[in-house]
């Protein structure tokens, strides 16, 4: 099988910005061409080749060149050391409406940023239609743009900006913009280039999206590449290193709702009611069952060696979500996680028409200690996150015959 072709070629690529003491230190180097600067290198030695319908994950903690690295491969800034290999059309959806003309109508803006990003009048002419249609915006299409709202403004520039299918789009931060029904569009619209053999780079903090859809990863710190490869390898030393750093932080340099206020305020008889979210799809509730109710200012117990989270959600009239369910050490690290749309299951609707599913953690084999549960509802295709409620459960449980560790793991001794 013949290899896919190179979208992407990036080879010892390095940023740097130099820094005076002052403007007059500034003005004398440029007079005399004596070396009166220190160097700050935001970006350095980073190399890396990406293929025709790969998807590539950069990840990395704030500061880490991230930003300095999707600037570079668009083409916003130049390079300092290093080249840059591009093959076809690139599409970078970086700071969305940037280039509008807040005087110009939504129309006029279509063909002012459109010949921006290369896209001439007779094409945007051939592409107007279209683009109209997808925004949504209607009459507003005839009003200046300093009359928009910011989601007005996104969802224009995510129309314009991706009207034409590229060979390498560039994402950075968020997947998608506006409201939950736009989101979900921005979503199928990204997916739909993928399919298509699109090469996509996705820059975010979401560990979550970066796995489902990055078959590569490279984490940036410091500038540099500190590792590339498979994603689950690249993340899983990520995870690591913010692990450490929050073992590390400061006492109280980490912001953590109290135990008691979560367990009056949301865990009132091991329920949590969420139907008043006001959004389009929401949790109608979440209910732990197996919960006995907290005593003092002590979290809830598992009085069983089972746990069962009841989910029952609300969506607009045919749309189906999926479901997903984190637990964690209280204020420490993650120990499992379920999907309903990793496992290949679908909820099922009641009698009203909410979508339910129950998942049981049988046989838990926790040691005795503090625990925390998160929930997240998702679109159909596991994407776009509707709803999530962090940290929206925390319990306690007590092994008898607890011993040191965090879980018993099935195991036989000879």
């Known amino acids: 099988m013949a290899a896919q072709p190179v979208t992407l070629q990036v080879q010892h690529l390095g940023k740097e910005y130099r820094l005076y003491d002052s403007p007059r230190q500034r003005l004398k180097a440029l007079l005399t061409g004596r070396h009166l600067h220190h160097s700050h290198w935001a970006l350095q030695d980073v190399s890396f080749t990406l293929y025709r319908g790969q998807c590539l994950g950069v990840i990395g903690d704030n500061g880490a060149g991230k930003s300095s690295l999707l600037k570079l491969l668009a ?26 003309h807040p005087d110009f109508t939504g129309r006029q803006n279509l063909y002012f940023g459109g010949s921006l990003i290369g896209i001439s009048a007779s094409e945007m002419t051939r592409l107007e239609p279209e683009i ?14 300093k009359t928009y709202s910011s989601g007005m403004t996104v969802r224009l520039a995510f129309a314009l900006i991706t009207a034409v299918e590229p060979q390498l789009l560039i994402i950075d ?60 390898e690249v993340l899983a030393g990520y995870e690591a290193h913010v692990r450490a750093q929050e073992a590390s932080a400061p006492s109280g340099s980490i912001s953590i709702a109290p135990t008691a206020h979560i367990v009056s305020t949301i865990l009132t008889d091991a329920a949590v009611d969420l139907s008043t979210a006001p959004t389009l799809a929401r949790f109608e509730s979440v209910d732990l069952p197996d919960l006995l109710p907290p ?15 009841m989910l029952r959600a609300h969506l607009p009239q045919g749309q189906q979500p999926h479901f997903g369910v984190m637990l964690e050490q209280a204020h420490g690290v993650g120990i499992t996680s379920a999907g309903t749309h990793t496992d290949g ?18 046989d838990l084999p926790l040691h005795t200690g503090e625990y925390s549960l998160s929930v ?28 040191p560790g965090l879980v018993r793991l099935p195991h036989v001794w000879s």
Request: contains cysteine; charged residues 15%; aromatic residues 10%.
């Open 132 to 145: 109209i249609e997808f925004c949504e915006l209607g009459a507003a299409m005839d009003r200046p743009v």
């Open 75 to 100: 083409a916003t800034l130049q390079p300092s050391t290093g080249s840059i290999t591009r093959a076809g059309r690139l599409t970078a959806i970086l700071e969305l409406g940037a280039g509008f």
């Open 345 to 362: 299951v679908t909820p099922v609707q009641d009698a009203s028409g909410i979508w339910c599913a129950t998942l049981t953690f049988t």
């Open 376 to 403: 997240f509802l998702f679109d159909s295709q596991g994407l776009v996150v509707y709803e999530e409620r962090k940290n929206c459960a925390y319990f306690q449980h007590i092994f008898i015959h607890s011993t």
């Open 295 to 309: 005593v003092g200012h002590s979290p809830p117990r598992l009085g069983s060696p089972h746990l069962r989270v």
């Open 173 to 232: 931060e968020a997947l998608a913009v506006g409201d939950q029904h736009f989101q979900k569009k921005c979503v199928e619209r990204i997916e739909q280039f993928r399919n298509n053999g699109c090469t996509i780079l996705f820059c975010s903090h979401s560990l979550y999206h970066v796995q489902q859809l990055c078959d590569t990863s490279l984490w940036l710190k410091g500038g540099k590449m500190q590792a590339y490869g498979p994603t689950p």
